[in-house]
């Protein structure tokens, strides 16, 4: 059993373009997350969400907009991709909020062209 | 400043010996915790190890230990028994603050261990 799984794995596209990655963990927790991972493996967070409700939302371009339709599923969307998204997305989850032992995804690799 | 360092931006093992990986961090917080995780070219985070502030006792998890010293605030990470499927990115962590805050877990810039057969 999966516990946190992330679709698509990969994801290739043209600048410009609109794309999602979906999230969905099935341990229970409360707290999902979205980290971006650059090519230098520098890890990021974007986003948090506990209970459905968005509780850190760091610096990120507003074309990047998370959705959290219940506590199990946490999704990205991406507007106007640019060249700079390219980079590795992964969704986490814990049991608490902030930052109890976090598990990842799988990660998904988006290559923007 | 960084809060959280890791100085080894690469280091290398024998296999079957034993490994540290540096870490040391920053923080006013007397409640804290310390998380290591494992990339493998693969790509997934794995979880390892987490050591909690207030932990009398170094957390160990098989064949990894976090080396905690408080007063010198570092957590290195030791691997013993080396394989080669070690071979992989790991990374520190920490968290800061009491629970039920929004807090986020801070990274280092990761170690790239490579263990030779």
């Known amino acids: 059993d999966t516990a946190v799984s992330q679709t698509p794995k990969y994801l290739v596209t043209q600048m410009g373009n609109d794309k999602s990655i979906k999230c969905e963990q099935n341990?229970?927790?409360?707290?999902m997350y979205w980290y971006k991972q650059d090519s230098k493996k520098f890890l990021k967070i974007m986003f948090s969400y506990n209970n459905k409700e968005l509780i850190i939302n760091e610096t990120v371009p507003n074309r990047f907009s998370p959705k959290s339709p219940d506590k199990a599923h946490l999704n990205l969307h991406i507007n106007s991709l640019e060249l700079g998204d390219s980079a590795v997305y992964f969704c986490?989850?814990?049991?608490?909020?902030?930052?109890?032992?976090?598990?990842f995804g799988p990660g998904t690799r988006l290559l923007v062209l | 400043a960084q809060k959280i360092t890791q100085t080894q931006p690469g280091m290398f093992v024998q296999e079957k010996e034993a490994v540290t990986l540096d870490c040391t961090y920053d923080t006013s917080d007397q409640s804290y915790g310390l998380f290591w995780y494992k990339q493998p070219s693969s790509g997934e985070m794995i979880f390892l190890i987490y050591?909690?502030?207030?932990d009398e006792q170094n957390a160990t998890e098989g064949r990894y230990s976090l080396n905690f010293q408080k007063a010198r605030k570092s957590a290195n990470l030791v691997i013993s028994a080396s394989q080669l499927g070690d071979s992989a990115m790991y990374f520190c962590a920490m968290r800061e603050g009491l629970a039920g805050n929004n807090r986020k877990l801070i990274w280092g810039l990761g170690t790239s261990l490579a263990v030779n057969p």
């Open positions: 050591q909690g502030s207030y």
């Open positions: 986490a989850s814990s049991q608490y909020r902030g930052g109890e032992t976090q598990y």
């Open positions: 341990l229970g927790h409360d707290t």
